[in-house]
């Protein structure tokens, strides 16, 4: 599921109930003479989630932003209360764990072949230089030699663009993984 910025386009004023404001100070840690300022803030780069029942049974807007959830009233610009979203559902914990160990999977697959290309590539890459350090030893031409010159300096840049692939694939991987700890 993607968020979209759905009933994010604050361009009124946003009010924060004094309830919100103890919230803040109390689960988030938020100093009291910022709290107000602060959750206006972070609602206003908050994405909205969905549209939920509150305990008292009214509908109100749901926006998250940074493991913090926001809950709105629904036609108003009022922030009714915040609090840290530390743990989810044990369902919803375990499906989302599922996806993520597939995605790390699939990650983790694609750095294996580039790996496996990478060795695949240098190794030809390593018999075209060799053949060019061969005819180099073969030859008394300075032209040979000029030109197999020129060809090994086109491997060795050869080499190079496939290690920085291989490095940004590693690193997409250890982005990912990184990640994970929040999921897992």
Do not use: W
């Not at 910022?34 to 009214?58: C, M, N, P, T, Y």
Request: proline share 2%; net charge positive.
């Amino acid at each position: 599921m993607k968020f979209t910025k759905v009933y994010a386009d604050f361009s009124g004023n946003i009010r924060v109930t004094a309830h919100a404001i103890d919230e803040a100070v109390k689960d988030l840690r938020y100093p009291r003479q910022l709290a107000e300022q602060k959750i206006r803030e972070d609602v206003k780069r908050a994405k909205f989630v969905a549209q939920i029942l509150s305990e008292d049974g009214i509908s109100r807007r749901l926006f998250a932003y940074r493991g913090v959830s926001y809950i709105m009233a629904l036609d108003e610009d009022i922030v009714i209360t915040v609090y840290p979203r530390l743990r989810s559902p044990y369902e919803l914990h375990t499906k989302v764990e599922a996806l993520v160990a597939v995605e790390l999977r699939k990650i983790e697959r694609k750095e294996r072949t580039a790996e496996r290309q990478a060795r695949v590539e240098k190794a030809r890459l390593a018999v075209d230089a060799a053949e060019c350090r061969l005819k180099m030893e073969i030859t008394p031409s300075a032209k040979v030699r000029r030109a197999n010159t020129a060809k090994l300096a086109e491997i060795d840049a050869k080499i190079a663009e496939i290690d920085r692939g291989l490095a940004a694939v590693k690193r997409e991987k250890s982005t990912f993984a990184k990640g994970v700890a929040r999921y897992v």
